[in-house]
Every structure is written in C-alpha cells, then in structure tokens.
C-alpha cells in the first residue's frame, strides 16, 4: 500500500496555543513516523508552506477573533477549498467543529474519508460563557447532529467528551486518546533549586498551566490559593500560560496580595517540564475540559493534579489525583488532602497513571479510527491505550431527522 496523504485542519492555534498544538505536534510526527504523508493548514498572520518535523505545514492568513488574545481563524473558504482540491487527501481529520464544518461535506462530495477530533464539548464551552444548561444543552444538540452528519467519523479523546454524541443518537464515533511525552516529562527534573526560586521559603509550590482564558476558569487557583493562605498554608502559585484574563488575574492578585506570579507563556517545552516537575500539585479548574494534555504532563513529571470534577479531566488522572468540585474551597480542601499523603507514594502514582498515555498509543488509535495501516518501514506504534473505542458505524441522522 502507498503513503496515503491525511490533510489536517484547525483553527485556534497560535504560537502560544497549549494542549491542541502540542497534539498536532505529535499526531503529525507519528503519521510521518509510521510512513505516510500528514499536511496540516492552519491560520496565521502570513502564508507560509513548510516542511516541518510533523509534515507539511501550510499557514493561510486568517483574522484574529476579537476577545481571544490572539486566537486566527481559517475563514478564506474558496482559498482553503481550492488548496483541499489541490492537496488530493485521501484523508481528512478537522480539529474544529464550528467554523470548518464544511470541510465534512466536501469531504463527502469528493469521496474522502474524513474525521472530526473533539476537543471540547459544545455545551460546556457555551455554559462556561454563561448560557443556561438547558439552553446550552439544545444548541449542542444541534451543533452536534451537524457534525455527525457532515463527516465521516467523530473521535472524542475520552468517555466524558463522546457523552454528547451519544446524547443525540451519533454512531460514528470513536474514542481515541492524546498523549504524554515520556522521554521529556519526567519526574527526575524535579528541581530543588528551581522550586526554591518560586517558593522563596514558602511550604507549597502550586501550579497553573494553562491558557488564561474564560473557558479554563484560572480565578478558581486563585480563590484556592486564598482559602490555603487564609487556612494557614504557606503556598505560592506559579502561573504559565497568557490569554484574555491575564491583566485581570494579575490585578486581583495584587489587590489580594496572593503570593501569585505570573509568568505568560513558556515556550520552552523543557523549562515547563522542569517547571511541572518541581510543583507540588497542579491546578486544572477548566470545567469543559475533554482531556487536559498540561495536566497529564504534569502527572508524567510526578506531580498530582486537582482538577474540575465537570471535566473529563478525573477519567484521565484516575487516583493519581483528586476531582474537586468548582469552587476555591473544594480545589483547597484537595490540595490539602494530597499534600497529607506520603510524598513518594503520589509522586509514583502519578508517574504510574501517565505511562498509560504514550503518544505511540494515541498515534495508533488515530491511525485506526482513519483505517490507516503503519507501512512497512514506519514505525510500528504500541496498542491503543485502555480507552475502548464505541461500536462504530456510518449510521447516523441527518440535521431534517432522517436516516443518512
């Protein structure tokens, strides 16, 4: 069999951008890896077309959304859909289920197989924004059945996030986990030095990582701090990541005078790893989280996590860390109770539960769900993790109701 061509899309994705670039990152250099022929559009400022170690990466300008800090999107329709019929995919996987929706029914005009990944849920985002549950719960519906509709096969990178699908009677959807560097986050990074750096005498070195942005909910580290300082616990936050809030966090902070310091965004992949591994514990309060990659790279650097129990996030950390619910009193309480167990023994746990999570595992879940073979001379990636796939079938409604 030939290298087949698998075109990526997304938007929302900037140099600063966190878990989703990581993941093209690694889903790209292990379709490379594994013989075929990845190429990946993306927004930017400027047209570029290179060859990267992920593949071909081809950059369309695009604008930058207002209100997201930087945030491009693909909106050339008649440019993108010109470079699709030139690029001939026999693949298509899309990393965006609102704005590149179309590219499912070019997809299907053209005959190729396509894949939407989904990398939140439409009602959690829209209820982080403020809209009502049940408001909220109709519009994703909606939104959804779309999606279901437009492309070949839906993957959702856990049980938690393939919920909404299944809500609405989707029966192409595949689960397919991300995955952890394991070479570069490691627990022996762990830095007495460093940790002394950000703690300057201080007990407990707690960690953001994350974009700042209304959608991963960063004020609820900082209520948690507070509660601790308040409770007696001497603990400081380090927060890596920019985004919309970020003058507005660090107002607060000021004004509170929470031991808080801000360091934007950390490009060096090495120095965040020696960051997550000299923390205590890490903070995920995204309550629409549907993996949470920063968390999992903390858990493979041996540091536990309290992340939002309306997240995904407490299927992937499993007992290497604590779901607490949304409030600075919760997350509080679950540090609290992590720091009462043996050093040690959560710093194994959480190295343990990471292992699960090689890239190798999430390349080949990907590979299957796109019924793409390893080639002979690729390199052969590991079975896909734990997470089961859902039955899958090309069975589903259509946005009128009936039968596709």
């Known amino acids: 069999m030939n290298a087949l061509r698998i075109v990526r899309m997304a938007n929302f ?4 951008s966190g878990g989703l670039r990581t993941a093209l990152q690694e889903l790209g250099s292990g379709y490379l890896a594994a013989g075929h022929d990845p190429v990946l559009i993306v927004p930017g400022d400027r047209a570029s077309d290179e060859h990267t170690s992920q593949g071909r ?16 999107v693909l ?22 289920r ?33 809209v009502p549950g049940a408001v909220a719960g109709r519009a994703a519906d909606r939104v959804n059945l779309r999606s279901a509709w437009a492309y070949s096969r839906i993957v959702c990178t856990t049980e938690w996030a393939e919920r909404e699908f299944l809500r609405i009677g989707a029966r192409n959807v595949l689960r397919a986990p991300l995955g952890v560097d394991l070479s570069r986050c490691r627990p ?25 942005s209304v959608e991963k909910r960063p004020g609820t580290a900082l209520d948690a701090l507070a509660v601790l300082r308040e409770r007696g616990v001497r603990a400081v936050l380090v927060v890596a990541g920019e985004g919309p809030l970020r003058a507005g966090l660090v107002r607060r902070a000021r004004a509170q005078r929470l031991p808080a310091l ?42 536990p996590v309290v992340a939002s129990a309306s997240s995904a996030l407490p299927e992937v950390i499993g007992d290497a860390g604590i779901a607490a619910a949304d409030s600075g009193e919760a997350f509080a309480d679950a540090v609290e109770d992590l720091l009462g167990r043996p050093e040690r023994d959560r710093r194994e746990a959480a190295r343990t539960r990471a292992e699960l999570f090689g890239w190798d595992r999430s390349v080949a879940a990907f590979l299957e769900a796109h019924e ?17 796939p859902a039955a899958p079938t090309t069975s589903v409604r259509r946005p009128d109701g009936a039968p596709r």
């Open 13 to 16: 994705v900037t140099p600063a």
């Open 57 to 72: 990466v081809i950059t369309v300008p695009g604008p930058v959304l207002p209100g997201t800090g930087g945030y491009r």
């Open 75 to 96: 909106t050339a329709k008649r440019r993108v859909a010109a470079l699709l019929e030139e690029l001939a995919p026999d693949r298509l996987e899309v990393s965006d």
């Open 98 to 130: 609102t704005t590149l929706r179309w590219t499912g029914e070019w997809a299907r005009r053209n005959r190729v197989r396509s894949m939407m990944v989904s990398h939140e849920t439409a009602d959690g985002v829209l209820r982080t924004w403020g």
């Open 188 to 212: 022996d990074r762990r830095s007495a030095a460093l940790r002394e750096r950000y703690t300057r005498g201080a007990d407990v070195l707690l960690l953001l990582g994350s974009r700042l």
């Open 262 to 303: 801000f360091l934007g965004h950390v490009a060096d992949r090495g120095e965040m790893a020696d960051l997550q591994s000299s923390a205590d514990i890490c903070l995920a309060p995204g309550p629409a989280e549907t993996f949470g990659l920063s968390a999992l790279e903390a858990l493979a650097c041996g540091t």
């Open 372 to 388: 793409v073979p390893v080639l002979n001379g690729g390199r052969a990636a590991g079975p896909a993790s734990g997470v089961a």
